[in-house]
């Protein structure tokens, strides 16, 4: 009788482990329809969303030198170093920075910026051999990037959010068709349209 019950228990195994296998043979045969979306980095590079977060451009002139970039920083971040002009009464900058090995990209110094000193770009290639280079002072941050849509070596593809109706693929796609939905400042066109006609 325990012999039938062995027997009876590895072929409720086997049933168990097929269905299993099935499963995730169905996920690969479902993929195998579908076209690839490789990325042929970096000849090829995915248009950032609109409202990316990448690296931190600072203008060294706007800056009052107020710290309240390092007080709404979840991790005190940026380094801040001034002197108080007393002919002037008021602060100077002497000193900014930011370790991007270290930064969540949170984006909360931008946000509470009373100056708008400080705004996100684009540029999130910040990889680099010591960690150390990741510490931009006031000049490497006053850099701006390339954008994708600029740079004449690279093919530069919409992510799928910005793919007209229909489309899966951000390849061979003509620049020209406008993707699904509308973008911001057309709502705010159509918004502001729609308020002047009721009024």
């Not at 309240?68 to 000193?95: T, Y």
């Not at 090995?101 to 910026?113: L, R």
Request: glycine content about 4%; overall charge negative.
């Amino acid at each position: 009788m325990s012999f039938l019950n062995k027997i009876g228990d590895y072929a409720k195994d086997a049933v168990q482990s097929a269905k299993y296998i099935g499963q995730g043979l169905s996920v690969t045969f479902d993929h195998m329809r579908r076209r690839p979306i490789t990325v042929q980095y970096p000849y090829e590079k995915l248009i950032p969303s609109e409202r990316f977060r990448g690296r931190i451009h600072f203008e060294f002139d706007k800056c009052i030198a107020c710290e309240v970039c390092v007080r709404v920083c979840p991790i005190n971040l940026p380094v801040v170093d001034w002197e108080f002009n007393k002919e002037i009464k008021k602060k100077e900058l002497k000193h900014y920075s930011i370790d991007f090995g270290v930064c969540i990209f949170c984006a909360n110094c931008v946000e509470y910026c009373p100056t708008n000193c400080l705004s996100v770009t684009e540029e999130y290639e910040l990889a680099t051999y010591d960690r150390h280079e990741l510490n931009y002072d006031s000049v490497a941050m006053g850099r701006l990037p390339y954008k994708v849509t600029d740079d004449p070596m690279v093919t530069p593809i919409r992510e799928f959010a910005y793919l007209p109706a229909g489309q899966i693929s951000g390849h061979d796609l003509d620049p020209q068709i406008k993707r699904a939905g509308q973008r911001p400042e057309d709502i705010l066109e159509t918004l502001k349209n729609n308020t002047s006609e009721s009024n």
